[in-house]
């Protein structure tokens, strides 16, 4: 089961879990988290820190979606997740999703820029940014360099740098 499906499968706990989800999500903006997968992590720390090179990318996207349009984006979002694990240059990834709302993040960790630029470009990526467009009400999309001596990353660190980024991107004159 996908992780924005399962989300929504908490209704066989009653209404009363839905109540009390209710009020922890107003109270402390609740979000679940998918734990990280690191399928090139062992491969990236060898290989980078072996060539010399001491830094990934971490790519962060938060999103605010239209709450009628979000099964089309979980759809995609699914399928993106799906095929991470086999991307080139793929070091580690997660999502993550406001319980009760409708806010989602990814991060995603790569080897450099190529892979990312690659994975953004691909056919699958492209359709599934199509078919979940229509459920995007704003979007932020940030990379920032991350220490490979810092990995593994948890989503502390990961909406520290986010926070960050959007500061600095605040902060550049357009």
């Known amino acids: 089961m996908s992780f924005f499906k399962s989300i929504w499968t908490l209704a066989p706990f ?5 109540v009390l989800l209710g009020g922890l999500s107003a109270c402390s903006g609740l979000a679940l988290s998918k734990p990280f997968a690191w399928p090139g992590l ?8 072996g060539a010399g090179r001491d830094t990934v990318v971490l790519a962060i996207t938060h999103a605010q979606l239209v709450g009628a349009e979000r099964a ?17 240059g793929i070091v580690g990834y ?29 056919p699958e990526h492209l359709t599934a940014v199509r078919q979940g467009s229509s459920a995007i009400a ?7 360099q991350v220490r490979v001596s810092d990995l593994p990353l948890d989503w502390s660190r990961v909406l520290a740098e986010l926070e960050r980024a959007a500061a600095r991107a605040a902060a550049t004159p357009r």
């Open 42 to 49: 062992a491969t990236a720390q060898a290989r980078l820190t």
């Open 14 to 18: 009653g209404a009363l879990a839905f």
């Open 94 to 122: 997660s999502v993550r999703s406001r319980v009760l709302g409708h806010e989602v993040w990814t991060a995603t960790v790569w080897r450099d820029d190529a892979s990312i630029d690659a994975f953004v470009r691909s």
């Open 72 to 88: 089309a984006f979980d759809r995609g979002a699914d399928q993106v997740v799906e095929m991470l694990p086999a991307q080139p």
């Open 138 to 144: 704003k979007v932020e999309y940030h990379r920032v």
